[in-house]
């Protein structure tokens, strides 16, 4: 099964395209990481998803059905942050929380429990750390033990502490099963805690996958001679790149980390008669390659 299926989805905003031509997949149990620079239409998508914002076109399904009511009550959402009352406690806002979204009260103690906030849970919202007050936001998504979990920035704001607690916060529902969606634009986050990513830009899809795949380090081997063409086509055929390309005056071979061979490939290159001007390893950031992604 899958959990949300997005066919060819967009959305303008007037001349605005916000979304274009968006597809891709989100399996069940997975942490899926929605990555892109603000603007990129992040929380437009989780906005259709969750009805809030009408979609110009396309179509997606959630657990392979039509979107329904009934489909949405299985998520839990986590899309702006939620307006507490800063005179009531923890359970007093849930309270409110659960009244609103028709969620049984007695689920309360056991949502406080999972964020960590029971010590806390008779003191008012005001006496919170940033921190806490965003698990207690994460709580009142969990109200009611929703399968899914949708979290628009989940760390925005947080200092260090309240984003590994955050961190460490969705790793433990993820463990217990729950299928999370969250945006980010911090390639970081979506790096340490999720299996999948799809990359956005200007409502474009860049890519999509695993995060195994998609956000590896690389080796970079730079090279020279004085015919690039001759030299791109002559390492095009070296065993184990995994890309090779023209930049400024060198050409560039990547492969997996840890596996480019200098004097490999120094060697191959003068047995076919191309002496090398220049020969250097360079190791690529995922900070790099996630830019070169999205600029
Ligand atoms: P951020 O992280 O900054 O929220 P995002 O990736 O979530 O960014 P969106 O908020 O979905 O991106 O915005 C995508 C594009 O649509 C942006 O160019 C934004 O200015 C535009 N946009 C969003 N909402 C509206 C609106 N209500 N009216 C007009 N344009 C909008």
Same mark, same amino acid.
Request: glycine share 6%.
């Given at each position: ?86 005179? +009531?406690?923890?359970? =007093?806002? #849930?309270? @409110?929380? %659960? *009244?609103?979204?028709?969620?049984? $009260? ?23 750390? +940033?921190?806490?007050? =965003?698990? #207690?936001? @994460?709580? %009142? *998504?969990?109200?009611?033990?929703? $399968? ?31 299928? @999370?969606?969250? *945006?980010?634009?911090?390639?970081? $986050? ?106």
């Amino acid at each position: 099964m899958e959990i949300l299926n997005l066919d060819r989805l967009s959305k303008n905003y007037g001349k605005i395209q916000a979304l274009n031509q968006v597809s891709f997949s989100v399996p069940k149990g997975s942490v899926f990481g929605i990555l892109g620079p603000n603007g990129s239409g992040k929380t437009t998508l989780l906005g259709i998803i969750m009805d809030i914002l009408k979609s110009s076109g396309g179509s997606f399904t959630l657990f392979d059905e039509v979107p329904t009511e009934k489909t949405r009550q299985r998520i839990g959402t986590l899309l702006e942050t939620p307006n507490f009352y800063h005179y +009531l406690s923890a359970v =007093q806002n #849930l309270k @409110i929380v %659960a *009244a609103i979204k028709q969620k049984d $009260e007695s689920d309360i103690e056991r949502v406080l429990e999972i964020v960590n906030l029971i010590q806390r849970k008779d003191s008012a919202f005001s006496t919170y750390s +940033l921190g806490m007050k =965003q698990r #207690l936001a @994460i709580a %009142a *998504a969990l109200l009611g033990n929703p $399968e899914v979990l949708v979290l628009d920035e989940p760390t925005n704001g947080l200092d260090p502490v309240g984003i590994a607690e955050i961190r460490a916060l969705i790793m433990k529902l993820a463990n217990e099963g729950k299928t @999370i969606i969250m *945006a980010s634009h911090m390639l970081d $986050e979506v790096e340490k805690v999720c299996t999948h990513v799809a990359i956005l830009k200007y409502g474009q899809l860049i890519t999509h996958g695993d995060v195994n795949e998609i956000l590896v380090n690389e080796d970079v081997v730079e090279v020279s001679s004085n015919n690039l063409e001759q030299l791109k086509n002559l390492l095009i055929q070296f065993p184990g790149n995994v890309n090779v390309y023209l930049k400024e005056n060198t050409v560039q071979v990547n492969f997996q980390p840890g596996s480019a061979n200098l004097e490999e490939i120094n060697k191959y290159c003068f047995e076919r008669s191309v002496v090398l001007s220049h020969l250097q390893l360079k190791k690529k950031s995922l900070e790099s390659k996630f830019l070169e992604l999205t600029n």
